[in-house]
Nanobody, 115 residues
């Protein structure tokens, strides 16, 4: 099993930055893919970005150039650096891990961007 704990959410003005962290309960060295998803009120959960164990990254088109995902295997942590935030980025952000064919989710962290 993998437990994921997100942190770093909060309230920020448009144009500001936040860095989200996702701490895993086990070594992430062997976790094939970790990622960030978000869900806004009344909308489906959507991919923000993910990163493989080899370091390959994938981003939603709406985030490219503004968000950066990274992983620190030594700290068992995945980060999402979010810059140039927009009100439409407001959502609950969830960490996700795919491990041995099972998908794990964190509890989510709220990000609110004011205009």
């Amino acid at each position: 099993q993998v437990q994921l704990v997100e942190s770093g959410g909060g309230l920020v003005q448009a144009g500001g930055s936040l860095r989200l962290s996702c701490a895993a309960s086990r070594s992430i060295f062997s976790i094939s893919t970790m990622g960030w998803y978000r869900q806004a009120p009344g909308k489906q959960r959507e991919l923000v970005a993910d990163i493989t164990s080899g370091g390959s990254t994938r981003y939603a088109d709406s985030n490219k150039g503004r968000f950066t995902i990274s992983r620190d295997n030594a700290k068992n942590t995945v980060y999402l650096q979010m810059n140039s935030l927009k009100p439409e980025d407001t959502a609950v952000y969830y960490c996700n891990a795919s491990y041995t064919g099972v998908t794990y989710w964190g509890q989510g962290t709220q990000v609110t961007v004011s205009s």
